[in-house]
């Protein structure tokens, strides 16, 4: 499985980003997410998508604004977006992508393997 990040970049305060990653490789069954890490802090999860799209947002500063969606391209390869809205300072880090294995009823159960290159975002006050 590999995966590729892309969307990021600088936005104002209360602005909006959309992040995307390519996934190749058999993702069919598995859950895709959104962790972050930002500066002198652990990374943190965002969302993810089970293979049946039951979604999980992590952090509850995040709901409502931060949507996850999961989608099949026609070569076979699927993709998993992140759109963010109302962002703030706090939202500043590195995002990656994830992939593995995990119940199509929740995908935040268990710790991703497949890693993304992370993508920058930065949010100006």
């Known amino acids: 499985v590999q995966l590729q990040a892309s969307g990021g970049g600088v936005v104002q305060a209360g602005g909006s980003l959309r992040l995307s990653c390519t996934a190749s490789?058999?993702?069919?069954?598995?859950?895709l997410g959104w962790f972050r890490q930002a500066r002198g802090k652990n990374r943190e999860g965002v969302a993810c998508?089970?293979?049946?799209?039951?979604?999980?947002?992590?952090?509850d500063s995040m709901k409502g604004r931060f949507t996850i969606a999961r989608r099949k391209r026609d070569n076979g390869e699927e993709s998993v977006e992140l759109q963010m809205n109302n962002l703030r300072p706090e939202d500043t880090a590195v995002y990656y992508c994830a992939a593995d294995k995990a119940p199509y009823y929740n995908c935040g159960l268990y710790p991703y393997h497949y890693w993304g290159q992370g993508t920058l975002v930065t949010v100006s006050s």
């Open positions: 490789g058999y993702t069919s069954s598995y859950g």
């Open positions: 998508v089970s293979s049946r799209g039951v979604t999980t947002t992590y952090v």
